[in-house]
């Protein structure tokens, strides 16, 4: 979809308004971000694998490489080669994790990450956070369950919403 409205600002890419970004351009800023909803908005139709590998393809990547990289990072067993639909909630999630991140975002945006991992699960998805943080990727989480993620290195700040607004945080120099 075409954006309508709104500005891009991060520091890779010169602010514009998005109105104004040309097809290359667009490409350019997605290329940048990696994004996982509360949904996990893969194709249920297609297996897990083939979800990872049309992402792969469209961040410009060899798929086989990338697929064998994604299914050993985010522990994607046998249940990636059946169709997303007939996977688990926590199943589905790790796919959308995997196919966000298969190309090694600048900026990388999480809503509810968690939801419908098993213990295992999250603590791969701290490993996974860790390692994108480490490697100089902007990752912004929004969790229900902040604890999962207190005690990360690189931490610049965590902000408290309540009803959308603001009611508390805290910021590290």
């Known amino acids: 979809m075409r954006a ?3 500005t891009v600002v991060y520091e890779p890419i010169s602010p514009h308004d998005v109105r104004d970004l ?12 990696g994004w996982v909803s509360h949904e996990t908005l893969a194709y249920p139709d297609l297996t897990g694998r083939q979800n990872v590998e049309l992402a ?6 060899e798929r086989a490489a990338a697929w064998a990289e994604a299914r050993e990072r985010f522990d994607l067993g046998s249940f ?12 589905r999630q790790r796919v959308a ?34 390692g994108e ?4 990727a902007v990752v912004v989480v929004v969790s229900h369950e902040p604890e999962v993620f ?7 700040a965590r902000v408290r919403l309540d009803r959308g607004r603001v009611v508390g945080g805290e910021a590290r120099a």
């Open 4 to 6: 309508t409205s709104g």
């Open 22 to 33: 040309s097809a290359d351009e667009l490409a350019r800023v997605r290329g940048e971000v």
């Open 56 to 61: 792969a393809r469209f961040q410009g990547l």
């Open 80 to 91: 990636a080669e059946r169709p997303l639909r007939t996977c688990s909630r926590g199943q």
């Open 97 to 130: 994790l995997a196919r966000a991140l298969v190309h090694r975002p600048s900026l990388v945006l999480l809503d509810e990450p968690t939801a419908g991992l098993d213990k295992p699960g999250v603590e791969r998805l701290r490993e996974v956070v860790r």
């Open 133 to 136: 943080v480490e490697r100089g």
């Open 150 to 156: 207190l005690g990360f290195e690189g931490v610049v």
